[in-house]
């Protein structure tokens, strides 16, 4: 069974760069073509950050595209999340997730890790 | 890209049916039939609960259904049980490789 499993400072202070982390375990990234980060803000809904394929291809939620970067590295069975200049707004729990079929991106979820921005 | 619209609350007895909307627009909902549907418990990661706005992964119950209409869709929760007393969102393929999320309901068991 395929895990995923976030993972990051839990603080960050505003106008830091912020990485985030998801381990996969029991299998192999390779097992599915997309994968994604998902955040939820405190008390409030879900919010699509972007995906990355295989072959390294991105695409960005609009709203965070200027800051956003995600990332994959093969060898180590990991993806990674890179958001610059954080600020409150971006406090959140931040998700992994993969695909289970085309189109349907947020089959499989991690845990999630909760970030706070704040000075 | 503005967030699908679900109303924030719903509520139903146990053993009755509740059905929860998901408004998009046509460049969303209304052109695609990627919606999805998740189940979020308190402090928990969400579930895919619907795909393909109709189509239960294996292991989900069957009295949850999706359906869509121009640009609405909808999950129908039938049988209501305590344990579905939690946040639904929904979720649509959006042009240009993007998807949106809609802004939950919470469904009560009365």
């Known amino acids: 069974q395929l895990q995923l499993q976030e993972s990051g400072p839990g603080l960050a202070k505003p106008s830091e760069t912020l990485s985030l982390t998801c381990a996969v375990s029991?299998?192999?990234?390779?097992?599915?073509?997309?994968w994604s980060w998902v955040r939820q803000s405190p008390g409030r809904g879900l919010e699509w950050i972007g995906e990355?394929?295989?072959?390294?291809?991105?695409n960005y939620n609009p709203s965070l595209q200027n800051r956003v970067i995600i990332s994959m590295d093969k060898s180590k069975n990991q993806l990674s999340l890179t958001l610059i200049s954080v600020a409150a707004a971006d406090t959140a729990v931040y998700y992994c997730?993969?695909?289970?079929?085309?189109?349907?991106?947020?089959?499989?979820w991690g845990q999630g890790t909760l970030v706070t921005v704040s000075s | 890209q503005s967030a699908l619209t679900q109303p924030p609350s719903a509520s139903g007895s146990p053993g009755q049916s509740v059905t929860i909307s998901c408004t998009g627009t046509?460049?969303?909902?209304?052109?695609?039939?990627?919606v999805s549907w998740f189940q979020q418990h308190p402090d928990k990661a969400p579930k895919l609960i619907i795909s393909?706005?109709?189509k239960r992964p294996s292991g989900v119950s069957d009295r949850f259904s999706g359906s869509k209409s121009g640009n609405t869709a909808s999950l129908t929760v039938s049988g209501l049980q305590a344990d579905d007393e939690a946040d639904y969102y929904c979720?649509?393929?959006?042009?240009?490789?993007?998807?949106?999320f809609g802004t939950g309901t919470k469904v009560t068991v009365l």
């Open positions: 979720s649509s393929y959006a042009a240009s490789h993007s998807y949106v």
């Open positions: 046509s460049s969303d909902v209304g052109a695609y039939n990627y």
């Open positions: 990355i394929h295989l072959d390294g291809r991105t």
């Open positions: 029991g299998g192999s990234v390779t097992i599915t073509n997309w």
């Open positions: 393909d706005v109709n």
């Open positions: 997730t993969r695909e289970s079929g085309a189109f349907t991106p947020f089959g499989y």
